[in-house]
């Protein structure tokens, strides 16, 4: 039968009359940028995640860049980050003119390994910047630990973490700033590009917010040299209407993990390690043999969805290749390039269609 990674269009099915109404809503009163809706967003994501203040922008990426900019990093700054990750997460480093400093990860987990980043540390060095990577949590004792030791901030890439938790405090509440993306096929969705960035710290948010509007808090005039990036009201209100649902999704999330947690156990498959420190959301559910390229081509021949997140660490991007890391210079990253992938998981997928992915593994791995 086929089993797709992602089954967006059930989301709007389950929501449609809401969502149209929203939409509608929006579109009769034509008040399409700011305003109550947005407001409205940023109040309940800030409530959700346990933050002060949140700031909605266009992006996950433009979430990232403006807390980098409203902490005043720039040229000459180095930030410590994960190799393995989506481009967003170096890249909004090297936008704002800083260089990402990549330190490897942790074989299990896939997350930034704590252990190595002090050596990594140098005068230039500014702020830490881990990803919660596939919806886990990073060591976030190791790293605020660290960061309070040498004087740095720390900011979550906690685009792909809408939900999760680390000892019992939410993403995007466990350092300086955090950073959330609303693409499509993020646990919590717009229908189209959003973003939105949480912090407790009023300064640092009344700045990231001047600056996604052109560099000004008072109309038509300009003390900065800002961007065009703010969270459109019709995505805002989507997102209102999806959010108070985001928690059963992530809880079917990790309901249809621990399924495939039983179907897949004994195969020479590594399954996802959740640490004990919190609940994760399964972004991706990420398995790992070095197999991988045959494995996958069985999965796709039996129409089942699969990807590679992600094919190349950014330490090896052309677009770095001046930084001078070499192949074998984060040996870990390198590995999980070649030998990870995601099967299907996302909220509503029924224990069939994971039977159907499991047997398929099953037959290519045994
Ligand atoms: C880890 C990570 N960081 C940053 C981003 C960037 O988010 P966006 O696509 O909303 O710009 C994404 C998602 O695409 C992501 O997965």
Not at 259 to 286: C, M, N, Q, S, T
Request: aromatic residues 6%; negative net charge; hydrophobic residues 45%.
């Amino acid at each position: 039968m086929g089993v797709p990674l992602l089954d967006l269009p059930a989301q709007y099915r389950e929501l449609r009359s809401e969502i149209d109404a929203a939409i509608h809503d929006v579109m009769s009163s034509a008040g399409f940028i700011g305003g109550p809706r947005v407001k409205v967003l940023e109040e309940s994501i800030a409530a959700y995640c346990g933050t002060e203040h949140a700031v909605g922008c266009a992006s996950g990426t433009d979430a990232l860049i403006l807390v980098l900019e409203a902490m005043g990093i720039g040229a000459g700054d180095e930030i410590i980050t994960t190799p393995f990750t989506f481009f967003a997460t170096a890249e909004s480093i090297s936008r704002v003119g800083a260089t990402p400093v990549f330190v490897d990860i942790e074989r299990d987990s896939y997350n930034i390994d704590a252990t190595l980043i002090e050596a990594a540390i140098t005068e230039r060095t500014k702020a830490i910047l881990p990803v919660h990577i596939f919806g886990q949590c990073a060591d976030m004792d190791a790293i605020n630990g660290i960061a309070a030791r040498h004087g740095l901030k720390v900011i979550e890439d906690a685009c792909q973490a809408i939900g999760a938790t680390y000892r019992g405090k939410q993403a995007g509440s466990l350092g300086d700033a955090a950073a959330f993306s609303f693409f499509p096929s993020k646990n919590l969705g717009a229908a189209g590009d959003g973003g939105i960035l949480t912090t407790d710290d009023a300064d640092l948010a009344a700045r990231a917010r001047k600056l996604a509007n052109h560099g000004t808090a008072r109309k038509y005039f300009h003390d900065d040299i800002g961007h065009n990036s703010r969270l459109d009201a019709l995505q805002a209100a989507i997102l209102s209407v999806k959010l108070p649902h985001l928690d059963r999704w992530n809880a079917e999330r990790r309901a249809a993990a621990a399924v495939y947690d039983e179907l897949l156990a004994g195969l020479p498959l590594a399954l996802p390690v959740v640490r004990d420190h919190g609940e994760p959301v399964y972004h991706l559910y990420i398995v790992r043999t070095p197999e991988a390229p045959r494995v996958m081509e069985a999965l796709k021949a039996a129409g089942i969805g699969t990807a590679v997140y992600y094919p190349r660490s950014m330490h090896l991007q052309d677009v770095y290749s001046d930084l001078g890391y070499g192949v074998g210079s984060l040996p870990q990253s390198e590995a999980a390039e070649s030998e990870t992938f995601a099967i299907p998981c996302f909220p509503g997928i029924t224990r069939e269609q994971q039977e159907e992915v499991a047997a398929v593994l099953r037959e290519a791995l045994t």
